[in-house]
């Protein structure tokens, strides 16, 4: 079994900062991809940030410069650095990772349980 586990929402004031983390545990051979998603109420699930299979970082471009995706490998850890917060970055963002258990399986997707953001004064 394979498990995301996100940390680090919470409430910020507009032109604040948070810093999320997701950390993959379990049976991982290799991860393919990471990265974050997001689901603003009445809205669907948008990609924020995420590492691809092929090396590249996708920004959504309503985030480009002011969230930053890094990762730590050893740790299997993603995190989103997120500045200059505007309230319409509110929603839950979830924690999304394309993973292989081993070396013959292609890689299954997780999700997170996702964790609440809210921006507001």
């Known amino acids: 079994q394979v498990q995301l586990v996100e940390s680090g929402g919470g409430l910020v004031q507009p032109g604040g900062s948070l810093r999320l983390s997701c950390a993959a545990s379990g049976s991982i051979f290799s991860i393919d991809a990471m990265g974050w998603y997001r689901q603003a109420p009445g809205k669907q699930r948008e990609l924020v940030a995420m590492?691809?299979?092929?090396?590249?970082?996708n920004y959504a471009d309503s985030v480009k410069g002011r969230f930053t995706i890094s990762r730590d490998n050893a740790k299997n850890t993603v995190y989103l650095q997120m500045s200059s917060l505007k309230p319409e970055d509110t929603a839950v963002f979830y924690c999304n990772a394309a993973i292989r258990r081993n070396y013959y399986r292609p890689a299954d997707d997780y999700w997170g349980q996702g964790t609440q953001v809210t921006v507001s004064s």
């Open positions: 590492f691809t299979s092929g090396g590249r970082i």
